[in-house]
């Protein structure tokens, strides 16, 4: 007949306990401040077609106001777009422009661009989308 190991269990000393370290917990982040963000751009509204005007400077911190101003500006009219005073522009603004002359042309409409300043063009060449905007 087999004998059962006994199996014995021994409970650890105090001191070879791992001490648990309480860590504070990080301070709640504060949200993001709830005050609208300055306009990069001007709307006028005029019978047939809506233009809009955009900022001398035109980056990432303005494409929140920018695109709620594009969801207004559209509703299904043609759209033209001053860009002649644009001094700088990045590339989240000009991906969000292009989203916007998709959407325009996907309701047959026409965007058009009046005088884009020759930094706007540069900016659109270097990232291969004047053809795609219409700025050729």
């Not at 199996?7 to 105090?14: G, H, L, M, N, S």
């Not at 047939?48 to 969801?71: F, G």
């Not at 207004?72 to 002359?101: C, G, K, P, R, W």
């Not at 020759?118 to 900016?123: I, K, L, T």
């Amino acid at each position: 007949m087999p004998t059962k190991k006994k199996i014995t269990t021994t409970k650890r000393a105090p001191a070879d306990r791992k001490k648990r370290v309480s860590r504070k917990k990080a301070a709640p982040r504060k949200r993001a401040s709830t005050k609208k963000a300055t306009p990069a751009s001007s709307v006028k509204k005029t019978v047939a077609t809506r233009t809009l005007t955009l900022d001398s400077v035109v980056v990432i911190n303005d494409a929140r106001s920018l695109y709620q101003t594009l969801a207004e500006i559209y509703n299904d009219s043609d759209v033209t777009i001053d860009a002649s005073a644009v001094e700088m522009i990045d590339t989240a603004v000009l991906q969000l422009l292009f989203a916007f002359t998709k959407k325009v042309q996907a309701g047959n409409h026409q965007i058009s661009w009046k005088n884009p300043s020759d930094e706007f063009v540069s900016r659109a060449d270097l990232l291969g989308l004047s053809h795609h905007l219409g700025i050729n």
